[in-house]
């Protein structure tokens, strides 16, 4: 039961749309303060997938994630949206920090693999 719910919260953390939370805060406030918590929360996400050896739970949490950040950037997206993330669209942006994002944490699930809790 113990380890249900831990894999349940992370794969509700893993779908939050944290790239677009990031860049909405980045455009609006002119702060790096979103991308910070984008390390934080992956920080926390990879540390428990590790701990409960849930790769594909956090994979399908990050498909979620970029399919709802996409949306929401397609859906939101200004001529302020297309000039303030010069030279990449918007959308390429969110694509760039998702792939980054997803590598690094398919790096440290494979190093650290098999030294979580539920060997």
């Known amino acids: 039961m113990k380890y249900r719910a831990i894999r349940s919260i992370m794969l509700l953390m893993s779908m939050i749309p944290y790239v677009y939370l ?3 805060d ?21 540390n428990m997938t590790i701990r409960t050896n849930s790769l594909h739970l956090a994979l399908l949490g990050n498909a979620v994630s970029f399919a709802m950040s996409y949306a929401l950037v397609y859906g939101t997206k200004t001529e302020r949206w297309t000039y303030y993330f010069k030279p990449l669209s918007p959308e390429m942006l969110l694509i760039v920090i998702t792939s980054v994002l997803v590598i690094i944490q398919l790096i440290f699930y494979k190093k650290y693999r098999g030294k979580g809790i539920n060997k």
């Open 22 to 24: 990031a860049m909405l």
């Open 26 to 46: 980045d455009i609006r406030n002119r702060s790096i303060q979103g991308y910070i918590l984008i390390i934080f929360a992956y920080v926390v996400i990879v």
